[in-house]
């Protein structure tokens, strides 16, 4: 089994920073790709920043420049640095991992999401 534990998520101004910190724990024998999605109340969880397989990082424009993906394979974490935040953030935050536990073949693990909610 594979437990992925959010934490950092909260209140923000407009215009200030986050950051939200992801580790994955128990029977882990490759981590491949890992990133985060959001979810606003009412619509589909949409991915926005990610590592793939082959390490490279992808942003999805509404994010790009102000969001930064970054990685610790050795602790199997994975971290979201949030800037210059805006209301439309706002929304639950999940982070995922695709791991191979040595059986079968890899899935994929979700976070239990945590909130960040952008207000003045």
């Known amino acids: 089994q594979v437990q992925l534990v959010e934490s950092g998520g909260g209140l923000v101004q407009p215009g200030g920073s986050l950051t939200l910190s992801c580790v994955a724990s128990?029977?882990?024998?490759?981590?491949?790709?890992m990133g985060w999605y959001r979810q606003v109340l009412g619509k589909q969880r949409d991915l926005f920043a990610a590592f793939t397989t082959s390490g490279n990082t992808n942003y999805a424009d509404s994010v790009k420049d102000r969001f930064t993906i970054s990685r610790d394979n050795a602790k199997n974490t994975v971290y979201l640095l949030m800037n210059s935040l805006k209301p439309e953030d706002t929304a639950v935050y999940y982070c995922?991992?695709?791991?191979?536990?040595?059986?079968?073949?890899?899935?994929?693990?979700w976070g239990q999401g945590t909130q960040v909610t952008v207000s003045s």
């Open positions: 995922y991992a695709d791991v191979h536990t040595g059986l079968g073949t890899p899935l994929r693990y």
């Open positions: 128990g029977s882990i024998f490759r981590l491949y790709g």
